[in-house]
């Protein structure tokens, strides 16, 4: 009885913690959605467990292999601390765990930087194109004007700025393009399009945030 009545109190917890997250005008708009993505998760979670009893062990290996890789593709590219050179080459370096999963699923690591540094990139031109109160909108063309001008010189944005500018001369994008279309570019120059990105620059999803930055 004690173990249901924790169980019960930690959903109800999740619940409210996502609840805290909804952008629903009402507590009962906001708790109902809540509930239903709970409700949801819960169900995939289940399904999961059954998948992985059935599942046969070499697809499992390659599994867990692709999950390792979206893992670590995703924290490169959703990157954003453009000041820390040292905290983005630790994520660039190849581990053994890391190298592990290249190995079962056939990458080298040279083909496995080569996509990190893409998203890496593409990850700059997605995040400094949009509003940072709202990632679903994308920044005004003079705002990105102000961006590529000006923040060159401020002292806290200079590396951010910086990053971008080689985001896309990486790209061959110029930059009177990103300041008129902003992350549009990607596919105007069809950025995604490569095999490899296809196959395996895949990333791993983030909880639904305030600002939308999960949409990303």
């Given at each position: 009885?004690?173990?249901i009545?924790?169980?019960?109190?930690?959903?109800?917890?999740?619940?409210?913690?996502?609840?805290?997250d909804?952008?629903?005008?009402?507590?009962?708009?906001?708790?109902?959605?809540?509930?239903g993505?709970?409700?949801?998760?819960?169900?995939?979670?289940?399904?999961?467990?059954?998948?992985?009893i059935?599942?046969?062990?070499?697809?499992?290996?390659?599994?867990?292999?692709?999950?390792?890789?979206?893992?670590?593709?995703?924290?490169?590219?959703?990157?954003?601390?453009?000041?820390?050179?040292d905290?983005?080459?630790?994520?660039?370096?190849?581990?053994?765990?890391?190298?592990?999963?290249?190995?079962?699923?056939?990458?080298?690591?040279?083909?496995?930087?080569?996509?990190?540094?893409?998203?890496?990139?593409?990850?700059?031109?997605?995040?400094?194109?949009r509003?940072?109160?709202?990632?679903?909108?994308?920044?005004?063309?003079?705002?990105?004007?102000?961006?590529i001008?000006?923040?060159?010189?401020?002292?806290?944005?200079?590396?951010?700025?910086?990053?971008?500018k080689?985001?896309?001369?990486?790209?061959?994008?110029?930059?009177?393009?990103?300041?008129?279309?902003?992350?549009?570019?990607?596919?105007m120059?069809n950025?995604?399009?490569?095999?490899?990105?296809?196959?395996?620059?895949?990333?791993?999803?983030?909880?639904?945030?305030?600002?939308?930055?999960?949409?990303?």
């Open positions: 009885m004690e173990t009545i924790i169980i019960c109190a930690i959903i109800f917890f999740i619940i409210y913690l996502v609840a805290q909804s952008k629903k005008e009402t507590a009962k708009e906001r708790y109902g959605e809540a509930i993505y709970v409700a949801h998760s819960t169900a995939n979670k289940i399904a999961t467990v059954a998948h992985d059935a599942e046969p062990a070499n697809k499992k290996r390659i599994r867990l292999a692709m999950e390792r890789l979206a893992d670590r593709n995703g924290k490169i590219y959703r990157f954003n601390d453009y000041s820390h050179k905290r983005i080459e630790m994520l660039l370096k190849v581990d053994d765990r890391l190298k592990q999963s290249l190995d079962i699923l056939g990458l080298t690591e040279c083909r496995w930087l080569k996509i990190a540094k893409h998203l890496f990139y593409i990850g700059i031109i997605r995040y400094l194109s509003e940072h109160s709202d990632f679903s909108k994308k920044n005004s063309e003079f705002i990105r004007q102000h961006i001008n000006d923040w060159i010189s401020d002292t806290f944005l200079k590396d951010d700025v910086a990053t971008l080689e985001a896309l001369s990486y790209f061959h994008i110029s930059e009177e393009d990103w300041i008129k279309f902003g992350d549009t570019v990607i596919e120059y950025l995604n399009e490569d095999k490899d990105i296809k196959e395996f620059g895949i990333v791993t999803q983030i909880m639904p945030m305030r600002n939308n930055r999960h949409l990303l």
